[in-house]
């Protein structure tokens, strides 16, 4: 009763299609979270995201949550994650997905997850990374460890909009390094990152964990361009 005359004078805002939430919802209303674009490739191959790393780096999972759309809900949410500080919603993002990935078996195919680090001077300037969020929900699904002290980023590159396919290559190349090497020889980690579009930025992550012995490597992109 208190909450839902709180949200008349305060409405809190759904982050897909920005309407009011009713009592009880968080962060997304129930029906754009029916609505949203799940990609299901912890479910069946996924070609149009395999191929993207192929030939490049190996892998032992690809995997995208959600299929992002021009102006579509998905891009609202990682607009008011990534620029609006709405950390909340990375999380409840993480554990959505960390839900469904653990009701398919995938809560024994990891055994650490690391977040795509933002160099630190935009990091004090943003205050945040929504990488971190993604990666805490996902832990507190799945029950596997997140760290971002392992995962950093040596070099501040210029932002990827309007960039080309071999531009964005070319920007990411040699941008990441493994600050704590301590612990990871054979591990299975996971990267995580908000968006993906032509996996530069995570091929980037994936080639300086490989220089460090870990056992393997899959990535988890929240939303991908298709």
């Given at each position: 009763m208190f909450q839902s005359f709180i949200d008349l004078i305060f409405p809190?805002?759904?982050?897909?299609?920005?309407?009011?939430?009713?009592?009880?919802?968080?962060q997304i209303c129930t029906d754009c979270r029916f609505e949203l674009p799940f990609t299901y490739s912890h479910l069946q191959v996924d070609d149009k995201l395999?191929?993207?790393?192929?030939?490049?780096?190996?892998?032992e999972y690809s995997l995208a949550y959600l299929k992002f759309v021009k102006g579509g809900k998905v891009q609202r949410m990682m607009h008011e994650l990534k620029y609006k500080g709405n950390i909340e919603v990375g999380e409840l993002l993480g554990r959505m997905y960390g839900f469904d990935l653990k009701e398919n078996g995938f809560s024994d195919k990891?055994?650490?997850?690391?977040?795509?680090p933002l160099h630190a001077n935009r990091l004090i300037i943003r205050g945040y990374n929504q990488s971190d969020s993604l990666a805490k929900?996902?832990?507190?699904?799945?029950?596997?460890?997140?760290?971002?002290?392992?995962?950093?980023?040596?070099?501040s590159t210029e932002t990827q909009i309007n960039k080309s396919r071999l531009e964005r290559y070319e920007n990411m190349k040699d941008v990441f390094f493994v600050n704590?090497?301590?612990?990871?020889?054979?591990?299975?980690?996971?990267?995580?990152?908000d968006t993906l579009t032509t996996g530069a930025t995570l091929e980037s992550c994936v080639?300086?964990?490989?220089?460090v012995g870990v056992k393997n490597v899959s990535v988890i992109a929240f939303a991908a361009t298709y």
């Open positions: 809190r805002i759904c982050a897909g299609c920005q309407q009011p939430l009713i009592y009880k919802e968080e395999d191929k993207r790393f192929m030939g490049k780096i190996k892998l990891f055994d650490l997850i690391l977040p795509v929900g996902l832990s507190e699904s799945l029950k596997i460890e997140w760290r971002n002290d392992i995962l950093k980023r040596g070099i704590k090497s301590e612990g990871l020889l054979e591990k299975r980690i996971v990267v995580v990152d080639l300086a964990l490989n220089d």
